[in-house]
């Protein structure tokens, strides 16, 4: 697997509304924010602000099962993870568990954006919850 570094896609900001939080993220990014798009098989609504690598994607559960509904509760709006382009996915993960580092997916799952996507063990990397975005034909430093 090419062991250049991957470039960053986004940063996740877990939040209880996005219709109330996205004006704040607006005008940092002095952007408009994108559509909300429903990620049904992560039980939440999704919506991105910014451009480049200083995309923000702010997350809101819609389920009380989902795992942004579980952090909300625990800890409260605030950073969830950071998320790297990779080229493909099946084989950083492979990559990244050979290195010893502990896989939350095994197996890639739909992501926004109809991307796939896999989370990192925080206990392995260093406390931060690392997502894992299969966008093909990029190159991890471009």
């Known amino acids: 697997m090419d062991t250049s570094p991957f470039q960053l896609d986004h940063v996740g900001i877990a939040v209880h ?27 939440v609504r999704v919506a991105f602000v910014g451009t480049g690598s200083a995309r923000l994607e702010v997350i809101e559960p819609v389920t009380q099962q989902s795992t942004i509904a579980r952090f909300l509760e625990k800890r409260g709006s605030g950073l969830h993870h950071i998320a790297y382009r990779v080229p493909d996915i099946r084989a950083a993960l492979a990559d990244f568990e050979s290195q010893g580092i502990q896989l939350i997916d095994r197996e890639p799952r739909p992501g926004a954006g109809g991307h796939l996507v896999a989370f990192l063990q925080p206990r392995t990397t260093g406390g931060v919850l690392v997502e894992l975005v299969e966008v093909p034909n990029s190159t991890a430093g471009a």
């Open 17 to 43: 509304s996005i219709e109330e939080s996205m004006p704040l993220f607006e005008r940092l990014a002095n952007a408009r924010g994108g559509e909300i798009e429903d990620v049904a098989a992560q039980g």
